[in-house]
């Protein structure tokens, strides 16, 4: 989670199984066996933006249960998918915003959103739009989100 002068970082995504909705997500993604977790973010979000970044706190854990969700119609892969998404407090350190050289599929973009703005976008979890006006102010307790859109 990338904070920077009331915008947050995401990834406009768009899946043609999603009747042609597009969605935006922090950047991330998956862990490889062996990987320390700030390893993986710094990968991640390199991967996908181009940005280097420096891992910070904890701040959100989200169980992503994929039967309980909208998506779990489109496939029984996404059904029957469970995972674990933390979301870590990350600073910009170096790199090229857009120069993300293993992008997601689907992903058609990487840009600054203001938090303000978030509610006019379809984001996932949800909960992001809501969460973020206090944890960019600082003032945000909790972590676990639970099996939350």
């Known amino acids: 989670m ?3 002068d009331g915008r947050v970082l995401l990834t406009r995504n768009h899946k043609p199984s999603e009747k042609d909705e597009e969605f935006w997500l922090l950047p991330g993604g998956g862990q ?3 990987e320390a977790l700030p390893t993986t973010v710094r990968r991640e979000v390199l991967e996908e933006t181009g940005l280097e970044v420096e891992v910070g706190e904890l701040l959100l854990v989200r169980d992503y249960i994929g039967a309980h969700h909208e ?5 029984e892969r996404l059904h029957n998918e469970h995972a674990l998404e933390l979301m870590f407090a990350c600073s910009v350190v170096g ?3 857009g120069a993300g050289h293993a992008t997601n599929d689907g992903q058609l ?3 600054w ?12 979890p949800g909960e992001l739009a809501t969460l973020l006006p206090t944890i960019a102010a600082g003032i945000f307790v909790g ?3 639970g099996d939350v859109n």
């Open 143 to 145: 972590v676990y989100l």
């Open 32 to 34: 490889r066996h062996g």
């Open 2 to 4: 990338i904070i920077e």
């Open 109 to 111: 973009e990487v840009a």
């Open 113 to 124: 959103v203001a938090i303000e703005e978030l509610g006019n976008f379809r984001v996932f």
């Open 95 to 97: 790199g090229t915003l």
């Open 71 to 75: 998506l779990a119609e489109i496939s």
